[in-house]
């Protein structure tokens, strides 16, 4: 099994700036990708930013130029930075890892952004 725990949420208010941290732990078999994804109330779930073994990083439209998603691969963490931040980022934020034989998602962390 695996295990993502993430950290680094909170309240900020806007043009302020947090940095989420995801590790991993676990029977990890090959990372496919890992990504952040988050789901604000009333809304569906949607990508954040993701980082696949071997290719380019890709982010939502509403994100570019403000997050950046980077991966320690020895630790087995993805980050998070998100900057200018603004209230419509307000949503949980889930870490997704997948790997060769399942994908696996944490239990979310709470970033709220005050006007």
């Known amino acids: 099994q695996v295990q993502l725990v993430e950290s680094g949420g909170g309240l900020v208010q806007a043009g302020g700036s947090l940095r989420l941290s995801c590790a991993a732990s676990?029977?990890?078999?090959?990372?496919?990708?890992m990504a952040w994804y988050r789901q604000a109330p009333g809304k569906q779930r949607e990508l954040v930013a993701a980082?696949?073994?071997?290719?380019?990083?890709n982010y939502a439209d509403s994100v570019k130029g403000r997050f950046t998603i980077s991966r320690d691969n020895a630790k087995n963490t993805v980050y998070l930075q998100m900057n200018s931040l603004i209230p419509e980022d307000t949503a949980i934020y889930y870490c997704?890892?997948?790997?060769?034989?399942?994908?696996?998602w944490g239990q979310g962390t709470q970033v709220t952004v005050s006007s």
């Open positions: 997704n890892l997948v790997d060769l034989r399942n994908n696996y």
């Open positions: 676990g029977n990890i078999f090959r990372v496919v990708v």
């Open positions: 980082m696949p073994n071997g290719g380019s990083t």
